[in-house]
């Protein structure tokens, strides 16, 4: 797989990834799952979904490129699903736009193409209880247009798309239908002419036309083994302004802008339709190009009911903890241990030192511990451009149960310069605490076979402090609602837990339930929730990695 890369423009650098003071208390769930996906695209943890990024990676994925051997690139498919999705919206009524509606619509002749269903298989991956679809179909975009533009657009996420239930209105441009027609839809969505020029540029500089999808745009293979695509502009895996060049220049590529069929020819009449100035611009200026893009792409991306908030814009956490574990020891002690992400320029992985402080179940100080860096241990974007670099460190202490833990700070120190830096996530430090936690060496994930069918069973031991102040300790793990569905919402799939036994002397009790799903089974993460009069408490999202696997 060949394809060439654009060259870095400096002036549009204000648009790129910048570290922010703004800094978020942990955890937020509405922020951290899609910060995850976001920017530690490259992981250590498995997250769920996988490498996000690393399925558009030079911009056509494994797809092959329109011109390679599979005819498709996956950079394209999202991009565009991403826009049809959107592009029933009605700004003035406030209804529709990004709100993956369009997997119940994947069967309209407006939505004809794989695009569709190759972007709800790689992005469902991801979809979580807080990670919606929608928001995902908006990252894929993000991840696509940084990838097939080697990091020269850097499109701002938001986050907060919420889901719709069932399918909305049809009404996606499609090729045949006549300038007025377009103009009219383009307004609907937000954009006016000039943007509609703009934005239908953005969108037909990856990808092409498929011959087995619209033949009668593609009437002659060109090219079999490609599902007979034809290419945009000459540099389909670049986000770039050829496809404004050529087509100002006359150069013949664009299938709907000089394919033989003139009904078709969309293109050519949108980029006309203000004289050809907006694309005389665009063929001009990468920079021009680039920014408009970046801007109108953003706009897409943010089209939601007006019912919706979106967040701000998501920035990394410069400090972010990870799988913070307890364990009770035999003695009257705990084994606590996690690491924690740290933003590779807050953080000389030389030079630094970096010391944990936690703090007891009563708000004592205990013993610092130190954190060592973990070598193997880095995450950073898959494209330039789209964020930091991040250092691991992984920690350990012993705790009398007696003390208990609630929370911690990270201190940085410079070695060199002594400057050192309290990181304690907006006051109260990071919460740690021992109220309740799964214990991971207790518990264990399996398939069963029963009657021949197979099952996933996840069986959990949790300590729970106090156990006499709750009377529920639930094992949660979502499902879909309904399973045939190509997007359903979630429940809340429960089972009580059963106490097993107080650990002597300690005020700690072990629980464990057992969580069955008939395979394949959707391994969300899952919760522990207990529920009293005095309070509830939680260790929620858990992954299923670090539960170890049984093979029978
Ligand atoms: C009047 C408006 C538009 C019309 C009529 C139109 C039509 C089309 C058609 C017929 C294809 C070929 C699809 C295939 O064979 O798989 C296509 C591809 C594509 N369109 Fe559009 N489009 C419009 C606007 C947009 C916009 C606004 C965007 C995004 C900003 C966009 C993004 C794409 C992308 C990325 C592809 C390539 C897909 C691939 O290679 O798999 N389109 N478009
Ligand atoms: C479209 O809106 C933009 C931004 O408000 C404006 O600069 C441009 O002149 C408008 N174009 C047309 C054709 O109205
Ligand atoms: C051109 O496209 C239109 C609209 O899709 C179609 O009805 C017509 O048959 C096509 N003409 C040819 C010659 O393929
Ligand atoms: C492209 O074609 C148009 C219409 O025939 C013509 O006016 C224009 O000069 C041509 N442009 C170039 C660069 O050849
Ligand atoms: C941090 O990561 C960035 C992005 O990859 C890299 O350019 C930079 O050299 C790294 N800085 C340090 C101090 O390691
Ligand atoms: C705890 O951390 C120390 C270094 O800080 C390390 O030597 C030790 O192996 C760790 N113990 C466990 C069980 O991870
Ligand atoms: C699996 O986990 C359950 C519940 O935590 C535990 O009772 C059981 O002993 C574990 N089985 C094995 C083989 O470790
Ligand atoms: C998981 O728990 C169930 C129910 O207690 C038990 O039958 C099963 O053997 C456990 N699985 C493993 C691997 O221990
Ligand atoms: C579940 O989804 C299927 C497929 O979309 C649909 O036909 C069915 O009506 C849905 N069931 C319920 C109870 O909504």
């Not at 509405?30 to 490498?51: M, V, Y």
């Not at 991840?143 to 020269?152: R, T």
């Not at 030389?350 to 007891?360: R, Y």
Request: aromatic share 10%; with cysteine; hydrophobic share 35%.
């Amino acid at each position: 797989m060949a394809w060439t890369r654009a060259i870095l423009y400096s002036v549009l650098s204000s648009y790129f990834w910048h570290p922010s003071s703004a800094e978020y208390v942990w955890p937020d769930e509405q922020i951290d799952e899609l910060e995850r996906l976001l920017f530690e695209q490259d992981s250590p943890f498995d997250p769920p979904g996988g490498n996000i990024a690393s399925f558009v990676s030079g911009c056509t994925g494994f797809a092959g490129g329109p011109g390679g051997s599979g005819g498709r690139s996956f950079g394209a498919e999202w991009l565009r699903n991403a826009y049809h999705d959107m592009s029933t919206a009605d700004v003035t009524a406030g209804t529709g736009g990004l709100d993956a509606s369009i997997v119940f619509e994947m069967d309209r002749p407006e939505n004809v193409g794989q695009a569709f269903s190759e972007s709800l298989s790689f992005l469902g991956a991801a979809y979580t209880t807080r990670s919606s679809m929608s928001d995902m179909f908006a990252m894929g975009a993000v991840m696509a247009v940084g990838q097939c533009s080697n990091g020269n657009i850097i499109i701002p996420f938001r986050a907060g798309r919420v889901d719709a239930t069932g399918p909305g209105p049809s009404g996606v441009p499609q090729p045949q239908e006549d300038l007025a027609t377009h103009t009219a839809t383009f307004a609907k969505q937000g954009f006016n002419v000039s943007e509609m020029i703009t934005l239908v540029a953005c969108g037909h500089t990856i990808g092409g036309v498929h011959g087995v999808d619209f033949p009668e745009i593609v009437p002659n293979p060109p090219n079999t083994g490609t599902d007979n695509t034809v290419t945009f502009d000459a540099t389909t895996n670049d986000f770039d302004n050829s496809v404004a060049k050529q087509f100002v220049a006359n150069v013949s590529q664009n299938p709907l802008a000089f394919g033989q069929n003139e009904t078709t020819r969309s293109d050519f009449r949108i980029f006309n339709a203000d004289g050809g100035k907006v694309i005389s611009q665009m063929a001009e200026s990468e920079n021009y190009f680039l920014s408009t893009c970046n801007a109108l792409l953003e706009r897409m991306i943010n089209t939601v009911p007006r019912s919706v908030k979106l967040t701000d814009i998501l920035h990394p956490y410069t400090v972010k903890p990870r799988n913070l574990f307890i364990t009770p020891n035999a003695d009257g002690t705990v084994f606590a241990t996690g690491f924690i992400r740290i933003i590779n320029t807050t953080v000389d992985a030389t030079k630094s030192q970096v010391l944990i402080h936690p703090t007891s179940r009563s708000g004592k100080l205990l013993p610092v511990t130190t954190g060592i860096r973990n070598n193997r241990l880095t995450a950073s974007c898959s494209y330039p451009n789209c964020g930091p670099d991040f250092i691991y460190y992984q920690f350990n202490t012993t705790i009398s149960a007696k003390d208990g833990i609630s929370s911690f700070t990270v201190e940085i120190v410079d070695d060199a310069s002594g400057k050192t830096i309290v990181y304690e996530n907006g006051g109260s430090g990071f919460p740690f605490s021992d109220a309740i936690q799964p214990v991971f060496s207790l518990s264990n994930q399996s398939v069963i076979t029963v009657d021949k069918v197979d099952y996933t069973q996840l069986n959990i031991t949790a300590l729970v402090l106090n156990a006499e102040d709750f009377s529920d300790v639930s094992l949660i793990v979502p499902q879909p609602l309904n399973t045939t569905a190509p997007l359903s919402p979630w429940i809340q799939d429960k089972v009580k837990m059963k106490p097993l036994n107080k650990i002597p002397g300690t005020e700690y009790t072990l629980y464990s339930g057992t969580w069955q799903g008939k395979v394949p089974t959707n391994t969300h993460p899952f919760d522990i929730v207990a529920t009293g009069q005095k309070s509830t408490v939680s260790s929620l999202f858990n992954t299923w990695d670090n539960v170890p696997q049984i093979f029978n």
